[in-house]
């Protein structure tokens, strides 16, 4: 499939002198003679939020150009083909939440999708991955206090927009979340919201509530939602269709210049060597770490909001275990608070549609080395085997392998108190640059689709003013 994707752009870049396409190439002595692409929008990262916008942008009559890194769009969400079969496995994301930017984006694209029920893992086998202790599963049924937590989420209904606060922060929100379950009596909830938050009991309230709120519930009873072919890529093989020689893949910026009032200039590493980008604005969705945006030379302001944000990791892969239990497998630990397992830990194995291809995702506090987080996983496989979920003469193999971190970008409820978000969220149009991404709205596709569509006026009414270099900062 990637080498699809990257044979698809190569034909596609050639033709695109031919199509006539909005993107304009001039040759201009003051950026060295390199070829320089005009555009309206210079959008840094293909993942979701990334192929979105870009989709969305075009049809609004605005021309685009994306910078991806990896081989393919879809960010969180991949694919691997077996080799021997030629047959292709989701990994990654697994399910979307049923909200109306989901149904609006795969209309646009033309892609049937279903509903899936049953996603809660109340049939897995519960299990201490270090001991091989058996755990009564307690997901087997939902419990009395979802009701409650529901009533609760449903008075923040405006963090399913984003990170939007007031002056005055709830303490309910800056608590940890181990607090707010004691408060409430919610401990029956935890196990169903556990998963890729890191030690979820010690982040802040609002970070639990914001991606488990009202809209998510609503889904887990009602039922999640998935392309008809059950193959996530095909959102973002239909993207890439959509968007063609405007797609940089493979490629990243090695300098942003946004010192000018009408204008970014970006030089991009590519395939084909640098290309100049001269946008009228520039989109990030990627995560606005200090590391990720070292080629934008932050100015103090941004500096001091990007360095404040804590990573947690999350790693996703596909484990080849032939004789593995067709089964899923939740780690727990009966010796720790709600069961929780110790971080950094193996959270889940699931079947795939290949009887021998595992899922596997995994978590930490904070980033680790690919090194570490592949070995461990393996151990962790493994131990399974020895506890008798495998035949004794089979080995683990790992074929596929992603880095999510980070899954979150979260910072300390005294910066929460001291109103961090109304800063963040102060950058929009600072100095010519717009942000969508897991760090203005919780890391699930239909959530920042609407957080970016919500964006979306205010991108196209900087384009259209002569001379906007952004917002007010504070």
């Known amino acids: 499939?990637?080498?699809?994707?990257?044979?698809?752009?190569?034909?596609?870049?050639?033709?695109?002198?031919?199509?006539?396409?909005?993107?304009?190439?001039?040759?201009?002595?003051?950026?060295?003679?390199?070829?320089?692409?005009?555009?309206?929008?210079?959008?840094?990262?293909?993942?979701g939020s990334g192929a979105y916008a870009a989709v969305r942008l075009l049809d609004l009559g605005k021309d685009v150009v994306v910078v991806e890194r990896e081989s393919a769009l879809g960010g969180h969400t991949h694919s691997y083909t077996d080799p021997e079969t030629n047959q292709e496995i989701g990994y990654g994301v697994a399910y979307y939440r049923n909200i109306k930017p989901f149904a609006e984006f795969m209309n646009r694209l033309n892609i049937p999708f279903k509903n899936v029920v049953g996603t809660n893992n109340g049939d897995a086998i519960t299990v201490n991955f270090r001991t091989g202790q058996l755990i009564p599963n307690d997901r087997t049924e939902v419990p009395e206090s979802l009701s409650r937590y529901r009533d609760i989420v449903a008075s923040y209904a405006e963090l399913e927009n984003g990170f939007y606060l007031p002056?005055?922060?709830?303490?309910?929100?800056?608590?940890?979340?181990?607090?707010?379950v004691q408060k409430y009596n919610l401990s029956d909830v935890v196990p169903f919201l556990f998963r890729g938050y890191g030690d979820v009991l010690s982040q802040p309230t609002l970070y639990v509530i914001n991606l488990f709120g009202s809209s998510f519930l609503h889904s887990f009873e009602s039922g999640f939602l998935e392309p008809a072919s059950e193959n996530n890529q095909d959102i973002y093989k239909a993207a890439f269709q959509v968007l063609g020689p405007r797609v940089f893949l493979d490629s990243q910026p090695v300098s942003v210049d946004r010192d000018s009032a009408d204008h970014v200039m970006i030089r991009a590493q590519t395939p084909n060597g640098i290309k100049g980008i001269k946008a009228k604005k520039v989109l990030v969705t990627i995560p606005p770490t200090?590391?990720?945006?070292?080629?934008?030379k932050l100015d103090p302001i941004e500096g001091a909001l990007f360095s404040a944000?804590?990573?947690?990791?999350?790693?996703?892969?596909?484990?080849?275990?032939p004789g593995f239990q067709n089964a899923s497998f939740m780690n727990r630990d009966q010796h720790r608070p709600f069961s929780m397992p110790q971080l950094p830990a193996v959270y889940e194995v699931a079947p795939s549609s290949n009887p021998e291809l595992l899922l596997v995702h995994y978590g930490s506090h904070s980033e680790l080395s690919d090194s570490f987080v592949k070995q461990d996983i393996l151990d962790s496989l493994k131990r399974l085997r020895d506890f008798g979920f495998a035949p004794a003469n089979s080995e683990p193999e790992l074929v596929a392998y992603r880095n999510h971190s980070p899954f979150l970008l979260a910072v300390s409820p005294d910066?929460?108190?001291?109103?961090?978000y109304k800063k963040l969220y102060?950058?929009?149009?600072?100095?010519?640059?717009?942000?969508?991404?897991?760090?203005f709205q919780?890391?699930?596709?239909?959530?920042?689709?609407?957080?970016?569509?919500?964006?979306?006026?205010?991108?196209?009414?900087?384009?259209?003013?002569?001379?906007?270099?952004?917002?007010t900062l504070s």
């Open 442 to 471: 919780g890391d699930d596709s239909p959530m920042l689709w609407k957080f970016t569509e919500d964006l979306l006026p205010r991108i196209l009414e900087s384009i259209d003013d002569e001379v906007c270099s952004g917002g």
């Open 167 to 180: 002056d005055h922060v709830p303490d309910d929100l800056v608590m940890p979340f181990h607090d707010f």
């Open 290 to 296: 200090i590391d990720n945006l070292g080629s934008f």
């Open 309 to 321: 944000f804590k990573v947690i990791g999350h790693y996703v892969a596909v484990a080849e275990f």
């Open 426 to 439: 102060s950058l929009q149009g600072w100095r010519n640059t717009f942000y969508t991404g897991l760090a």
């Open 1 to 47: 499939m990637i080498f699809y994707l990257k044979k698809l752009n190569d034909m596609l870049l050639a033709a695109l002198a031919l199509s006539g396409a909005a993107t304009e190439f001039v040759d201009t002595a003051s950026n060295q003679g390199e070829e320089v692409l005009i555009t309206d929008v210079c959008i840094i990262g293909g993942g």
């Open 415 to 420: 910066d929460i108190k001291a109103g961090f």
